[in-house]
């Protein structure tokens, strides 16, 4: 059974930055795609950034609407994943949830419970 924690959420203003963790548990860790997503009432989850591993090294994708703003990054010791979001718009207010999985850009398959983030202007 795996277990995401996450952590790091709040409320910040428009144009702050948060990090958000998430520590993974029950599972081994480092091969495992990781990924963010976000959900606003009444709309559907959105996929955020993904990490996973390759041959080459890790891979990350990104949401265009994020892409250069926030950095998704890992630590294996930790079992943890990481969000850095820089530049923080209003749009950005959601629930963000963690997720685990084997696709590598979009890592559906478990999930963390959510932390919220409220940016306001």
């Known amino acids: 059974q795996v277990q995401l924690v996450e952590s790091g959420g709040g409320l910040v203003q428009a144009g702050g930055s948060l990090r958000l963790s998430c520590a993974a548990s029950g599972r081994t860790f480092a091969r495992e795609a990781m990924g963010w997503f976000r959900q606003t009432p009444g709309k559907e989850r959105e996929f955020v950034a993904s990490?996973?591993?390759?041959?080459?090294?890790?891979?990350?994708y990104y949401a265009d609407s994020v892409k250069d703003r926030f950095t998704i990054f890992r630590d294996n010791a930790k079992n943890t994943v990481y969000l850095q979001m820089n530049s923080l718009k209003p749009e950005d207010t959601a629930v963000y949830y963690c997720?685990?999985?084997?696709?590598?850009?979009?890592?559906?398959?478990?999930w963390g419970q959510g932390t919220q983030v409220t940016v306001s202007s």
């Open positions: 990490i996973s591993w390759t041959w080459t090294g890790y891979t990350t």
């Open positions: 997720a685990g999985g084997k696709r590598s850009d979009y890592p559906d398959d478990y």
